[in-house]
């Protein structure tokens, strides 16, 4: 009888174990934040995922393959989008990039050529004309690059994007931003296969405060 019952105890205290590590017990200020002053989300009718990210990071080089295999298959419900950091003076060059090439709707040829130079080659693309001569490299026109470079409308999108990063307390890439509400970064989370699951159980929360 007492061996069954330590067999039993020992048993239970496994289960236990393992639903924490698969994810089911996720706990506030260990495994994410919840901000104490959210941060206005750019899509009131979805669950905005930000990804806070630079091109230079090496974490999120490596992290890039798994958030994007995530985001292939998103519900509706769900807004994911990428928010280019410039925590420091040195990544407001890329940030500016970021927002050029999307303005002129040329992100898809040179957005993974970007994070290679840089997160992976580590090459000095630190100005606009630099990152003009990467670009036209990629089929992207350098002169109308730089033309949106160094527009006002470009700088305006980066400097609202860094108001939010800075409204959301983040400090490292690469963070996710869930619905303006919770940071999530592979240190908090564990890992960065760790970091997507808490991520889906913020947007499980959110769903069922919605509701």
Same mark, same amino acid.
């Given at each position: 009888?007492?061996?069954?019952?330590?067999?039993?105890?020992? @048993?239970?205290?496994? @289960?236990?174990?393992a639903g924490q590590a698969s994810g089911a017990e996720w706990q506030e200020g260990t495994h994410y934040r919840e901000l104490?002053? /959210?941060?206005?989300?750019?899509?009131?009718?979805?669950?905005?995922?930000?990804?806070?990210?630079?091109?230079?990071? /090496?974490?999120?080089?490596?992290? $890039?393959?798994?958030?994007?295999?995530?985001?292939? =298959?998103?519900?509706?419900?769900?807004?994911?989008? %990428?928010? /280019?950091?410039?925590?420091?003076?040195?990544?407001?060059?890329?940030? $500016?990039?970021?927002?050029?090439? %999307?303005?002129?709707?040329?992100?898809? $040829?040179?957005? =993974?050529?970007? @994070? =290679?130079?840089?997160?992976?080659?580590?090459?000095?693309?630190?100005?606009?004309?630099?990152?003009?001569?990467?670009?036209?490299?990629?089929?992207?026109?350098?002169?109308?690059?730089?033309?949106?470079?160094?527009?006002?409308?470009?700088?305006?999108?980066?400097? !609202?994007? %860094?108001? !939010?990063?800075?409204?959301?307390?983040?400090?490292?890439? /690469?963070?996710?931003?869930?619905?303006g509400k919770y940071t999530v970064s592979a240190s908090m989370a564990g890992g960065h296969e760790e970091v997507l699951e808490?991520?889906?159980?913020?947007?499980? %929360?959110?769903r069922g405060a919605a509701e």
């Amino acid at each position: 009888m007492l061996r069954s019952l330590s067999t039993a105890v020992t @048993f239970v205290a496994a @289960f236990a174990i393992a639903g924490q590590a698969s994810g089911a017990e996720w706990q506030e200020g260990t495994h994410y934040r919840e901000l104490s002053s /959210p941060v206005r989300t750019d899509n009131s009718e979805a669950i905005e995922v930000a990804e806070v990210f630079w091109y230079g990071c /090496p974490h999120c080089y490596n992290f $890039k393959p798994l958030v994007e295999s995530w985001a292939e =298959d998103l519900p509706e419900d769900i807004d994911y989008v %990428q928010i /280019p950091a410039a925590l420091g003076q040195s990544w407001e060059p890329h940030a $500016k990039a970021f927002y050029a090439l %999307q303005a002129m709707g040329e992100l898809d $040829k040179v957005h =993974d050529a970007l @994070f =290679d130079a840089l997160a992976g080659e580590r090459r000095p693309l630190n100005s606009g004309e630099a990152l003009a001569e990467f670009v036209s490299g990629h089929g992207v026109d350098g002169e109308a690059f730089l033309k949106n470079y160094n527009s006002f409308g470009v700088n305006a999108r980066m400097q !609202k994007a %860094q108001a !939010k990063i800075r409204g959301a307390r983040i400090t490292g890439t /690469p963070t996710m931003l869930v619905n303006g509400k919770y940071t999530v970064s592979a240190s908090m989370a564990g890992g960065h296969e760790e970091v997507l699951e808490v991520v889906d159980y913020l947007v499980e %929360q959110e769903r069922g405060a919605a509701e």
